[in-house]
């Protein structure tokens, strides 16, 4: 019953008497999540750590604790207080699975001992960038014994080279690595190399940014290991052959368990030879069970949108080989024909979630092509427009009136729709008299604010009827690799 209510309402269920906090505040607290976007994410994450640090009774049912925001340009007084709070939050926390510590310095070398103590720990994310003035060590992160997810963001070279040793200590139950960097040479194929008797059970290999990576030491990872179910290839090197890759892999049937995988297109070289790459990924993908396919643009800044778009017969074909399995797909910073969405909502019947770039499309051209995806619950169109050989986002309000329009136009299924830097959460509201009546018809509006839905201005709603209400929701989507993982 409790997947009906927000975590407000789960706190004010709390307050009802002893028997509902009892039963309320373990759902509460099991998962805490403090975003850079969310409002006052500075004072949340000292008032989470002041009541997990105060209240074990509260702290034992943690079990995911994701802390993207931090408090800075703190006086010595207060970092040394932080730092004493959250070490006694996370001993307090027993039953702590999932920890994400991503804020560039704010970690300790007590911390992450404390860390590194707790039994229940499986998965770990941090920014793994050492302090200033020795905050924390490299060494102190072969404390870490039984990890199955280690995620390491902008990674120091110090602590690049520890990680053979760091995973030789969790190799009898590391199932997934992900290393996130801007464009940095320290992962290379010696350190993977180095790694690979510890990758063996591997199950989930993301790379983004690191430059020096070739299809070398990633051909060797998969040879040792054919049971990779999620690959992520983002901006490795321009040296990457993703030709002698496909064939290999294709030739040793080694992606035959993989459902999910996000690559970066190489910016260099023309047309011809981005149409060999994409034939390359189709023989990639030959004997794949793919569900998720995310593609982005290589090189740019974030906003960068390549003018050079998808070819639709690419698509077209990837499509048809993974039609019966595919239900996701990502397309960024690459311009996506219209005609491609529309055959993938068509032929792919599990298609649940689109995410694409379109220039120049009109509302109802795009509402038609979606409107063929019966189990879409999730579309983020990113919209363009040519203004005089300059590509352009459509503005905000524009982008709001076509997600509207598509809302009008798709089924039920559909949750979550999205444009530019916007979500919009769709909810139904239903009166127990549609049941009744045959003649009924659904109006759709588009306003803010979660409850806005339920106060009707025209007369002619308040029929019974059923309203499908856009609201608003506090998310912010970024374009790039990054947002994906």
Known sequence: MYSRYEVAHLAQCCLVNKTWSSYARVRLYEWIQVYTWHKGAKKRVWTILETLGNAPHLAFHVKVLQLRDF????????????????????????NLRSCSWTRDGSLSTRMIQELASLNSLKELEINAKPGAFGAWVPEDLLGFRNLQSLTLIMPARSVVELLPAWCRENKDTLESLVIICKSAPYPNDDILQNMLPSLQNIRRLHLAGCIKVTEQSVGNILADNCRIQSLALETCSPRFNMGLFASDCEAQKRLRFLTSISLTVPTSGGADQRRRWFRSIILLLKHSPLESFQLYAGGGTDEFISYEGVDHEAIKELIDLHASTLRRIGIQRLIVPLDSMAYACEKCSQLEEIFATLCGVGRDALAQALVAGKRLRNVHLTLMTDVAGEMRPLHLLTAQEICQHIARNCGDSLQLIGSQTRVWQVGRLCDQELFYRADCQDTRTLQRGADSGAVLDDESLKWHMAHLTIAAVSIELRFGPIRWT
């Open 71 to 94: 408090p800075t340009h703190l006086s010595f007084d207060e970092r040394h207080h932080i730092i004493n709070l959250a070490t006694q939050a996370i001993s307090n926390c027993l």
